[in-house]
């Protein structure tokens, strides 16, 4: 089964909001097994909207649109599908009830009322976080025009609770896609690898490029999840044995929830001291979901003065090796994780740039070092060939923090080591 999206709205045609509404519902049609043909971006313009259904409607049995619900004049979207489909605006009485109760005993404007109208035939769908219902219009030959809110704390509890049960009376097949994610090493070496497993056609294999890592993607196709999960499995395995201990994870959000989880399942708890990333190690690790379990102290140590009183490192090391160096990360780590009693530390220095950088010490040269008893490890991050911009440097050194951390969790080799005593 074939399905289109068309995302409205002037503000992502402009650029001033990110559409993340189609990835959420693309991802979603993958998982139900149809096939998504395009994704189109109109504007709030009830004559090109028109256009772009028709169009959609000429190659897909479902058209998916985002956004234009609204109570707003230049929230078209019902008025136009209405107009595509020959279905006229009716009002709905669940859909008025329920606008009813949103707004108890205030009162309703003769544009709030409107929300409450749907296209004749369509089976409504609940707005458990707005106003605006949603809904699932006939469009004739066995075809569905689904109509979906714009904001996603709206759109996602609509399309898990309502869309994709609607869809998946619908589907044929069902896709289960699995995502290898992998750190340390690079899109052209891994495809170099799996060449051959990215010839299939069901399964498939492809890799793609991340956030300063790669990730390989084996998707199959089957009547039923458990099918399509039995297809990708030995592909999804042998990915990972030709790939070996750069891959992280199958189907994680990234390196910090895998750390998160390990430390958690240890008792373990780590704290950070950062210089050029700035507290993202932190954020990366905070954003995670139970980590306050394993977390409790993360310091930025901008200046000098701050890495001296706040982590213990020695001013004669400061003034001997500069702030940049492989002792001062070594120092940073060990004093953050002594200090505030975690049993792991991390500490990142460097030149995130663009400015900053001597002959010595360049642009882009950052120190990550990872602190536990009385040992410590450290990397040396040197810019290869073009550097990349500031944000990409610290988000790289972030990630190489929390893969030495992973590494180390899972008994993998960390690299070069020192003792607490050579500092």
């Not at 998946?168 to 340390?184: K, L, N, P, Y």
């Not at 958690?264 to 979901?289: F, H, Y």
């Not at 550097?387 to 050194?397: D, I, S, V």
């Not at 190489?400 to 607490?420: I, N, Q, S």
Request: glycine content about 12%; proline content about 5%.
């Amino acid at each position: 089964m074939r399905a289109e999206i068309i995302s409205v709205g002037t503000e992502l045609l402009l650029g001033h909001t990110v559409n993340t509404d189609a990835a959420h519902v693309a991802r979603a049609l993958s998982a139900l097994g149809l096939d998504l043909l395009q994704v189109h971006t109109v504007g709030d313009n009830g004559g090109r909207l028109e256009s772009a259904l028709r169009e959609a409607l000429g190659r897909a049995q479902v058209i998916i649109t985002t956004g234009g619900l609204g109570p707003t004049d230049d929230d078209m979207t019902k008025e136009t599908v209405a107009r595509v489909t020959g279905c006229p605006l009716e009002e709905d009485a669940d859909s008025l009830r329920r606008l009813r109760d949103y707004f108890g005993e205030r009162p309703i404007s003769a544009n709030q009322l409107k929300q409450a109208y749907l296209p004749r035939g369509s089976v409504a769908f609940p707005n458990d976080a707005g106003t605006a219902p949603g809904c699932a219009v006939p469009a004739g030959r066995g075809q569905w025009v689904i109509l979906l809110p714009g904001p996603p704390s709206e759109l996602l509890p609509m399309l898990e609770n309502s869309v994709v049960p609607f869809l998946q009376d619908m589907a044929d097949s069902v896709i289960a896609s699995f995502m290898v994610r992998t750190f340390g090493i690079g899109e052209g070496t891994a495809a170099l690898r799996i060449a051959d497993l990215t010839e299939g056609v069901n399964p498939t294999a492809a890799p793609y490029a991340g956030d300063a890592e790669m990730f390989v993607r084996v998707t199959a196709k089957a009547e039923s999840a458990e099918a399509a999960e039995a297809l990708a499995m030995p592909v999804v395995n042998e990915v990972r044995a030709r790939l070996g201990d750069v891959v992280y994870g199958v189907n994680v959000t990234g390196l910090e929830a895998v750390v998160v989880e390990g430390l958690r399942l240890r008792g373990q708890s780590v704290a950070t001291a950062e210089s050029c990333t700035g507290g993202l190690l932190a954020k990366r690790i905070t954003d995670q979901p139970g980590s306050s379990e394993v977390f409790g102290y993360g310091l930025i140590t901008y200046a000098n003065e701050a890495k001296t009183r706040l982590l213990g490192v020695p001013e004669e090391l400061l003034a001997r090796h500069g702030a940049v160096s492989p002792e001062v990360a070594r120092s940073m780590a060990a004093g953050v994780r002594e200090r505030y009693g975690a049993d792991y530390g991390l500490g990142i220095t460097g030149v995130a740039g663009p400015g900053g950088g001597t002959e010595s010490k360049p642009v882009g040269l950052v120190y990550v070092a990872l602190s536990h008893g009385r040992e410590v490890w450290l990397r040396e991050l040197r810019p290869q060939g073009r550097y990349l911009g500031r944000e990409w440097t610290r988000r790289l050194a972030s990630s190489h923090a929390l893969d030495m951390l992973r590494r180390h969790l899972t008994g993998l080799p960390v690299e070069a080591l020192w003792t607490v005593a050579a500092l």
